[in-house]
């Protein structure tokens, strides 16, 4: 018998990014689950997939990342093993919305996402050899205010909401690699490469990098035979960086329970 295929998530797969990272992982021959909420764009982006990575084995789930009861529901129609989840989804929309849950919708999808999908997902990665969580974050990072993360007392600005929400992402990546090292499931954060993409275009920014310049770090953590080892980091042009917001492990405790409080 030959060895088992291993099994991949990507959020937000449509996207330059994201779209990228899932044609590196395709091409390495893994069973690949694209995410997102527009079913025309996942099938596109799978056709386009299948083609260049000549990989049979792509499949799509259509699920509203922001929504508590769509990722709940997606896990229950999980089935089998899981061996590598990339959580990519983000939004930046330029006025403060809330889902139909009554979260405001950056927070909703770029960090309660994140935070969701690893808690309902890594149960499937245990008892796996080499699980591994990726988390696109950014350099683009600080200002979280844990009294009002979604906007309620200040005025919303979208970059605001965005900057916080890549520290949320950063600090959750060091909260969950402490609780699920002993279950041998690696989680990392990241920075992806600047590409001109509809996220950077809603800040007023292009980007410098190609598509598969900018999923070279995610890549990294996701495939690098060296990162089986290595948990709770954060990874710049594919080397580890040191994180002011690792440190503050008070806030870290307390951004995890701010977010299971909506789980």
């Not at 449509?14 to 025309?40: N, S």
Request: with cysteine.
């Amino acid at each position: 018998m030959g060895a088992e295929i291993r099994s991949a998530i990507v959020t937000g797969a449509y996207g330059a990014i994201g779209q990228a990272i899932a044609e590196g992982i395709a091409r390495k021959g893994f069973r690949l689950t694209l995410v997102g909420r527009d079913k025309t764009r996942l099938e596109k982006t799978r056709a386009i997939l299948m083609e260049r990575s000549e990989n049979p084995s792509i499949f799509l789930e259509v699920a509203d990342l922001s929504l508590h009861s769509e990722i709940l529901s997606f896990s229950e129609r999980w089935k089998g093993r899981l061996d590598l989840l990339v959580n990519n989804a983000a939004t930046a929309p330029l006025r403060r919305t809330e889902t139909t849950e009554g979260t405001e919708v950056q927070w909703a999808t770029n960090v309660l996402g994140y935070f969701r999908m690893i808690k309902y997902f890594y149960p499937f990665m245990e008892g796996t050899s080499d699980s591994r969580i990726v988390n696109v974050a950014s350099y683009w990072a600080g200002g979280l205010d844990l009294s009002d993360p979604e906007f309620h007392s200040r005025p919303y600005d979208n970059d605001v909401a965005y900057r916080q929400a890549k520290q949320a992402n950063r600090m959750l990546s060091v909260a969950f690699s402490e609780r699920l090292k002993s279950k041998g499931i690696a989680v990392n954060a990241c920075h992806p490469g600047d590409v001109n993409s509809k996220l950077s275009n809603a800040f007023g920014f292009g980007g410098s990098e190609s598509p598969e310049q900018g999923a070279a770090t995610p890549l990294f953590l996701a495939l690098s035979e060296e990162i089986p080892a290595i948990t709770g980091k954060y990874y710049e042009h594919m080397k580890p960086v040191t994180c002011a917001f690792s440190r503050d492990h008070k806030a870290i405790e307390q951004m995890f329970v701010l977010c299971d409080q909506k789980y």
